[in-house]
């Protein structure tokens, strides 16, 4: 019995701290790209990037090009540490950058500046 438990919990922990359990990529992006969870320095992507500003061209970039180009940024202008390549994390800064791309009907939809 003491065992069914241990796994039963070990189980729902697997469950539900698996990030990408129901999560939109593009909505998770936009959170860590307004949030302040990728940086040390208390900065945003979007304090240099409000509503994806200067981003347009580079969201049209290879996949294999975004991740350093976000890891650089989340180096260099947030104080952070890098996201490893594969993570959902990447792909979902990844998805949310290509919506900056210059023809996309969803760049209209963009948080607004305050």
Known sequence: MKWNGMIFIALAGLIFSTPSFGRDPVDHGM??????????NGKRCSTCHPRGKTLEEAATYREKQLPKIINECIEKGLG????????????????YMRTFAPDKWYQQHLPQEK
């Open 80 to 95: 952070g540490f890098p996201l490893p390549p594969e993570s959902e994390d990447m792909e979902s800064m990844i998805a």
């Open 31 to 40: 959170a860590l790209f307004n949030g302040t969870s990728l940086s040390t």
